[in-house]
């Protein structure tokens, strides 16, 4: 139900691997996430906001960390930007705003996370999400609950300290 030119733009990937999915109402960015994975087909996961940017070497390194390690979840640094273009970026990156040196890489407890006080985009395995039912909630806060959820499931955070995942201040 998206009126963002979403459909026209995922039609004209033309890859075979990418799937447009449209709701008959708006169910929001939760609503739209969960019914994603419920039909996602990979064994990792990460959401891109329509108006986020990924790097070009996003999948690759996220994967590279994550081979064989589906006890865990991970998350690269997040820049904000605002405009067209990455040119554009605007303030610190989320781990320099917490001023995360770079040898803090495992938050193993969701305690240490919420201290941190850091946002992250999680790449989290799909399995996990499944097994145990995790359905974002909500607006505003969902991706917190998410990880909160991650977290008692058992999974340990990695911080990947590249930054890799665009965020759109408007």
């Not at 904000?80 to 303030?91: E, K």
Request: proline share 4%; with cysteine; glycine share 8%.
């Amino acid at each position: 139900a998206s009126l963002d030119g979403s459909q026209r733009v995922v039609k004209g990937l033309c890859d075979p691997r990418v799937k447009f999915i449209q709701h008959q109402k708006n169910e929001g960015p939760a609503g739209a996430r969960n019914t994603a994975f419920a039909a996602a087909k990979g064994e990792w996961v990460c959401t891109l906001d329509a108006d986020d940017i990924l790097a070009s070497n996003y999948l690759e390194v996220m994967t590279r960390y994550a081979a064989g390690r589906t006890e865990m979840f991970f998350g690269s640094d997040v820049c904000p930007f605002s405009g067209d273009t990455l040119h554009s970026s605007i303030g610190q990156t989320a781990f320099q705003r917490v001023r995360l040196s770079s040898d803090k890489s495992l938050i193993p407890d969701l305690t240490g996370f919420l201290r941190l006080g850091v946002d992250i985009k999680p790449f989290f395995p799909l399995d996990v999400v499944r097994r145990n039912e995790i359905k974002q909630q909500g607006q505003g806060l969902e991706w917190l609950e998410f990880i909160c959820n991650l977290y008692r499931c058992g999974l340990s955070l990695e911080l990947i300290h590249e930054t890799s995942y665009y965020y759109r201040v408007h």
